[in-house]
T-cell receptor, first 111, second 114 residues
Framework: AQRVTQPEKLLSVFKGAPVELKCNYS??????LFWYVQYSRQRLQLLLR??SRESIKGFTADLNKGETSFHLKKPFAQEEDSAMYYC?????????????FGRGTSLIVHP | ETGVTQTPRHLVMGMTNKKSLKCEQH?????MYWYKQSAKKPLELMFV???????ENNSVPSRFSPECPNSSHLFLHLHTLQPEDSALYLC?????????????FGPGTRLTVL
């Protein structure tokens, strides 16, 4: 069975501080991992995918297979980063890939 | 309207009512999903459809009945719901059910069961 764990329900930081949102996963195969974000009054949307190895809005995430982690990081948080962040894993079940989401971490960036 | 749309945006119903939620995607995708998002639980995957065939039913009670008449439309038929079914119901779509496919979400339907 596949599982995604986001240990922090809430993360509160000040503007300009570094941010790390933790994500650990459990999956026997080679995972496809994502970070989705939901800003206030907006729909859930993709932030970044591990396969793309890109930086979006200053955020990066590195897949660590040894630690089965995919933590989301940003060196200097901005107020507009305040949102709900979900880590997701897409794992193979039969002939299809089925997504599993973590419980989400609410990030609050104070001025 | 582009992307994924959901109607209605808000719904209040009694436990004996029958109602339906509608989702439509304008992205040419082949896979569609229903999720339940409530305050006390993480995002819960309910159903997955690929090319109008149901490929996942995540132990959802039978009072929720999905329907996918074509690859652009997805319905969730509701009957004899319970107050604990009150939640935000999200629809999503993806190109296929490939591991790397991004999901595109609708705005959700806020359901209240009295």
């Amino acid at each position: 069975a596949q599982r995604v764990t986001q240990p922090e329900k809430l993360l509160s930081v000040f503007k300009g501080a570094p941010v790390e949102l933790k994500c650990n996963y459990s999956y026997s195969g080679s995972p496809e991992l994502f970070w989705y974000v939901q800003y206030s009054r907006q729909r859930l949307q993709l932030l970044l995918r591990h396969i793309s190895r890109e930086s979006i809005k200053g955020f990066t995430a590195d897949l660590n297979k040894g630690e089965t982690s995919f933590h989301l990081k940003k060196p200097f948080a901005q107020e507009e980063d305040s949102a709900m962040y979900y880590c997701a894993l897409s794992g193979r079940t039969g002939g299809s890939y089925i997504p599993t989401f973590g419980r989400g971490t609410s990030l609050i960036v104070h001025p | 309207e582009t992307g994924v749309t959901q109607t209605p945006r808000h719904l209040v119903m009694g436990m004996t009512n029958k109602k339906s939620l509608k989702c439509e995607q304008h992205l040419g995708h082949n896979a569609m999903y229903w999720y339940k998002q409530s305050a006390k639980k993480p995002l819960e995957l309910m159903f997955v459809y690929s090319l109008e065939e149901r490929v996942e039913n995540n132990s959802v009670p039978s009072r929720f009945s999905p329907e996918c008449p074509n690859s652009s439309h997805l319905f969730l038929h509701l009957h004899t719901l319970q107050p604990e079914d009150s939640a935000l119901y999200l629809c999503a779509s993806s190109q296929n059910l490939a591991g790397r496919d991004t999901q595109y979400f609708g705005p959700g339907t806020r359901l209240t069961v009295l």
